[in-house]
């Protein structure tokens, strides 16, 4: 299916309100995001069914011209099988009238996307980790969500109501009047709707086309250099030598004994076992509940928290250098793990990533992953060959420079602004520096990734795709490494 592209001048933005439904819209919200999970389990077995025939007919020596043909996974093949389906299958003949068919839509479209990453992570044509075949949604761990394309989709004039197909009229609990200006004053155009039960709420994501309205930066010639840590959140320091220092707020480890308080209340009570069918109790899902609602207080406290930072930098800056951390290799590291999560350093990337170009189109710059940031000194560009982590000053041997490592670190990003556009074209690119003393330069340690590990005869997912090449993916060179916006 062609990718929807917007009109010049507009991008696709989404706004998001939490809702306030009564009982019945909400039995109404989880039928219909339950329909979605049933519609995306139906078109997995469908399309596994042939993948488990033919490694059936193989072992009976059928020859490959007889095999059972393969069962598309497109949108569209799934929407065809699925509508002739429906009216017979027992799991759907009785109540599939009672959702709006956005419903099964979402499930449909969910799992040809993922057959689709499946498909390209075996031939090699996706980037990042390994995907397995799609697998069955549990009733109880799925996610509630389901998205609304068409019908009647409106933030309603009063501005504290939206309307939605088969739901109708729901409450917001604040006013929508930001949307709703825009799309009265023609600047907008709503897409799409998307409900979800999020953090014990239920909330709707409006997906917008909205004309750009590019807001001027307070400091466009000034460029900045941000040192993500965990101690502080934050160094900051641009090119005229101011450094700033941000706190991390730490809501988790703030909220870990009042967690561990409702932790032990939860292991007290009388759970769910999945073994014996045993339901939990009512004191059980009380406790829950309450312990549920630490766990979102700390989750809406750090996203808070991002936005402001983010949007303050995005808003002062013109230019702005962020390293191109390994966050999911960071987070293996059992000892940094909990704080590198709370500090949420991906967060702050994609946020800046999208209100950098969406709202003031300013530059951002991303330094390579193995430019030593640290272990360079911002004074003379001389390289120190070991900085363990725990050394928190650095003291050039050559120049003899004294100072704090994240900042030193924050003054090297600042100064690849103009080394991205002067130099080489690649930030981080030590041509470009100053001849120093360089004994061994950055401890690069690059690997191969692992060999994947090939499924079993009895794995459905183990199957050859059609036009499959089973080639292995190496890591990215450093030349591919910087990413301009």
């Known amino acids: 299916m062609k990718k929807f592209r917007p009109q010049p001048g507009f991008v696709v933005q989404a706004y998001r309100f939490a809702l306030n439904p009564n009982a019945a ?6 039928s219909h995001c339950g329909a979605a999970r049933a519609a995306y389990n139906w078109a997995v077995g469908w399309v596994t069914a042939s993948w488990w025939q033919r490694k059936a007919e193989e072992t009976y020596g059928v020859p490959e011209a007889g095999l059972t043909q393969w069962r598309p996974w497109s949108l569209p093949s799934l929407r065809k099988a699925f509508n002739a389906a429906k009216h017979t299958d027992p799991r759907f003949a009785d109540w599939w009238g009672e959702n709006s068919k956005e419903a099964y839509s979402t499930g449909l479209a969910n ?46 004039a009063d501005g504290r109501h939206v309307t939605l197909p088969r739901l109708g009229t729901i409450r917001t609990y604040e006013p929508t009047v930001k949307l709703l200006t825009r799309v009265q004053a023609e600047k907008a155009r709503v897409l799409s709707a998307t409900v979800r039960h999020e953090r014990g709420r239920w909330f709707v ?14 400091r466009p010639d000034t460029a900045v250099g941000i040192d993500l840590g965990v101690k502080t959140l934050a160094v900051m320091a641009d090119t005229t030598g101011e450094i700033r220092v941000v706190a991390n707020p730490g809501h988790y480890d703030r909220a870990r004994k009042q967690l561990r308080r409702a932790s032990r209340v939860v292991s007290r009570r009388q759970g769910p076992d999945r073994r014996t069918g045993h339901k939990p109790s009512k004191r059980w899902e009380k406790a829950n509940a309450q312990r549920n609602k630490v766990h979102h207080r700390v989750a809406n406290l750090r996203e808070d928290a991002l936005h402001k930072l983010t949007t303050s930098v995005a808003a002062e ?26 500090a949420g350093f991906g967060q702050i990337r994609h946020q800046l990533d999208y209100k950098t170009r969406q709202r003031h189109a300013t530059r951002i710059v991303l330094a390579d992953r193995w430019y030593p940031s640290s ?34 670190a924050a003054l090297n990003l600042a100064a690849l602004a103009a080394a991205a556009v002067t130099g080489t074209g690649v930030a981080g690119d030590q041509d470009t520096a100053p001849a120093a003393s360089k004994p061994r330069g950055a401890d690069r340690k690059t690997r191969a990734t692992a060999r994947s590990r090939k499924a079993t005869d ?28």
């Not at 390209?120 to 969500?145: D, I, T, W, Y």
């Not at 250098?321 to 390994?326: K, T």
């Not at 120049?399 to 030193?408: H, K, P, Q």
């Open 25 to 30: 819209q909400q039995a109404a919200m989880r």
């Open 111 to 156: 799992a040809s996307a993922a057959f689709d990453n499946y498909s390209k992570s075996k031939q090699g044509k996706r980037h990042g980790r390994k995907m397995g075949a799609p697998r069955f949604k549990s009733k109880r761990k799925a996610r509630l969500a389901c998205r609304f394309t068409t019908g009647t989709i409106r933030v309603d």
């Open 205 to 218: 994501s409006f997906q917008v086309e909205v004309k750009q309205d590019l807001g001027r930066v307070a």
């Open 317 to 342: 800056y013109g230019t702005i250098v962020v390293e191109d951390l390994n966050v999911a290799g960071m987070l293996r590291n059992r000892r940094l793990a909990r704080r590198i999560a709370d």
């Open 375 to 408: 272990k360079t000194c911002s004074e003379c560009g001389a390289v120190k060959v070991k900085l363990p982590l725990h050394v928190r000053t650095y003291e050039c041997d050559a120049c003899g420079l004294v100072i704090d490592r994240d900042e030193n």
């Open 458 to 485: 009895g794995r459905a997912g183990g199957a050859t795709l059609p036009h499959q090449r089973q080639t292995e993916t190496r890591d990215r060179t450093q030349a591919e490494a910087l990413t301009l916006w």
